[in-house]
């Protein structure tokens, strides 16, 4: 991970999880429900990711899985179940609180941010740092430290820049970037708030080879530094090459949960794919 230590976020729900084997879990979903009017589009699923692996939510078109990553990160508040992210209780956490525990998820540039620059873009999520306060910026001795903090976001917009290999396109208008150039910026910008875990909602759509294997290299080596991954992909074959874990939704709920090798002979897997739903 960063030099820059992560502070402990303060939480709502403070009850530390007392079950010691939960140490290995970093998010933990039990009996998750989301319905929209008549249709139930997650339906109890559960399931757990370990801390520091690279997991995969996989599942046939409708299976849930994007209801179930908006519903962990507070864009969807669930009718039922829990989340728990590091032994807390996070069940509908609001959208804007996820950076404090840790957890981000990557989201698509925006039209209005694609006239901005990627500097400007990996900026943004530090947007309300103390510089904002009026105050600040007028007392002296505040001025020194809103200073200090600028140069610490700029030094983390490099050290973020240089590890994406993208400082070449700082100056660059994000609507301009290639599809897969805006999956980096799109990760980038996940990693300024320094996160303890990722969350990928179908990362390498519209990815070109070259920039997939180097998508795959940066989450590999993110990876070996402790950070956890989950990660939606329509591609089964990647998942299964590089996630030690994999989840598979069905219909709403959890068909199977294990090591890639298993859930490839999984029949209930094989069928659920082959039902002509994907
Ligand atoms: N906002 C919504 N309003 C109504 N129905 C929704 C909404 N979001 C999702 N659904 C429905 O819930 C079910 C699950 O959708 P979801 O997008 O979570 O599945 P998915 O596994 O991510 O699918 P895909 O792989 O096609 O993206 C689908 O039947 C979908 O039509």
Not at 12 to 33: F, H, K, T, W, Y
Not at 35 to 58: C, H, K, N, P, Y
Request: aromatic share 6%; hydrophobic share 40%; charged share 25%.
């Amino acid at each position: 991970m960063s030099d820059t230590e992560i502070e402990s976020p303060e939480v709502p729900n403070d009850a530390a999880d007392p079950d010691p084997q939960r140490n290995d879990i970093e998010l933990s979903v039990d009996g998750l429900v989301k319905r929209f009017g008549g249709i139930t589009a997650v339906d109890g699923a559960s399931f757990e990711v370990e801390s520091g692996a690279m997991t995969g939510l996989i599942g046939p078109n409708g299976a849930g899985k994007s209801t179930t990553f908006h519903c962990i990160t507070g864009i969807h508040r669930p009718d039922g179940g829990t989340v728990r992210f590091q032994g807390r209780d996070i069940t509908g956490i609001r959208p804007y609180e996820c950076a404090d525990y840790g957890l981000v998820r990557t989201f698509q540039i925006a039209r209005e941010m694609a006239n901005m620059t990627v500097l400007e873009n990996l900026m943004l999520p530090a947007q309300n740092q103390s510089g904002e306060q009026l105050w600040r910026s007028v007392l002296p001795f505040a001025r020194q430290e809103v200073e200090r903090e600028e140069r610490e976001l700029l030094e983390r917009v490099w050290e973020v820049l240089e590890f994406f290999e993208i400082e070449h396109i700082a100056e660059e208008k994000a609507g301009n970037l290639s599809g897969g150039q805006r999956k980096l910026l799109e990760m980038a910008r996940a990693l300024m708030i320094e996160p303890e875990m990722l969350l990928l909602d179908e990362p390498f759509a519209g990815v070109n080879p070259t920039l997939e294997h180097k998508l795959l290299d940066h989450i590999h080596e993110l990876r070996e530094e402790g950070y956890t991954f989950l990660i939606v992909e329509h591609d089964m074959d990647l998942i299964m090459e590089n996630c030690e874990r994999v989840i598979v939704m069905h219909q709403g709920s959890v068909l199977a949960e294990g090591a890639p090798e298993t859930i490839t002979s999984n029949e209930q897997v094989i069928e659920a794919y082959l039902g002509g739903e994907v």
